[in-house]
């Protein structure tokens, strides 16, 4: 009998030192994304005044996240230090990008449009986020499904750029953005809870990614919608 009620301790235990683990590593990952947010809103800020010269070179701009997002941070992982120096450069970039949006926004007197967009992904993230940790649904066979869908938008959105210029496509386009990575936050949140990620780093990266699309997503229909025209 001692030996079972030692066994169920030990198991008891055992849970307890996972469980906290688990809420260091969620802890660790959630401070890192708002380190994120600071260094993103930093490289807005830096080049903010220079958004013409960001608006010719958006394109070599994206290319480089790219290379830091697919590379940078894949070759750094496992590096601790050099991990978070590529994390931090990757959305010091991404900050850059959204320079000739904001630009666009606050040009048309929409600067408002910012703060209620940011205000709004904040409430919508944290939503998703508690509701993914909380869930007793296992949401781990979404991963493909997503993939898919996020392929066939992304060849949507090219369509649409260069051939059919469609006002209407392109809000359609933006709103099932919004929805996808809406789904994305839920299945991102509950793989870090599940233990998915080896890296604070790398499971940053992910809800950044969700974070940053939903934002720009809800910047963009915020500024067709909520403007003059």
């Known amino acids: ?3 079972y009620d030692r066994d169920y301790t030990t198991t008891k235990e055992t849970a307890y030192v996972q469980e906290g683990a688990s809420v260091s590593f969620m802890k660790q990952t959630y401070q890192l994304l708002a380190a994120s947010m ?15 010269t960001v608006m010719q070179y958006k394109w070599f ?4 996240e790219l290379l830091v997002l697919f590379f940078g941070l894949s070759m750094s992982r496992g ?18 990008s959204l320079v000739p949006l904001l630009a666009s926004l606050i040009g048309a007197g929409n600067g408002a449009v910012i703060g209620n ?25 979404w991963g493909k499904p997503l993939f898919i869908t996020l392929i066939v938008i992304i060849i949507a959105s090219l369509i649409n750029i260069f051939l ?12 099932g953005i919004l929805l996808l990575f809406s789904f994305f936050t839920i ?6 809870a599940n233990g998915a990620y ?23 229909l915020l500024g067709i919608f909520g403007g003059d025209d």
């Open 38 to 52: 600071i260094a993103a809103a930093a490289g807005a800020y830096v080049t903010m005044p220079y958004a013409e």
């Open 187 to 192: 299945y991102d949140t509950q793989n870090i």
């Open 79 to 96: 590096k601790p230090g050099l991990n978070l120096a590529m994390l931090f450069v990757f959305t010091f970039l991404t900050g850059v």
């Open 117 to 141: 967009a940011f205000l709004m992904t904040s409430v919508l993230f944290g939503a998703l986020s508690l509701f993914a940790i909380n869930s007793k649904t296992d949401y781990s066979s």
């Open 164 to 175: 059919l210029q469609s006002p209407m496509m392109h809000v359609i386009i933006t709103a």
């Open 1 to 3: 009998m001692a030996l």
């Open 198 to 220: 080896d890296s604070p780093v790398d499971a940053a990266v992910s809800l950044y990614l969700d974070f940053l699309n939903m934002f720009t997503a809800l910047l963009q």
């Open 61 to 64: 701009i994206f290319g480089a």
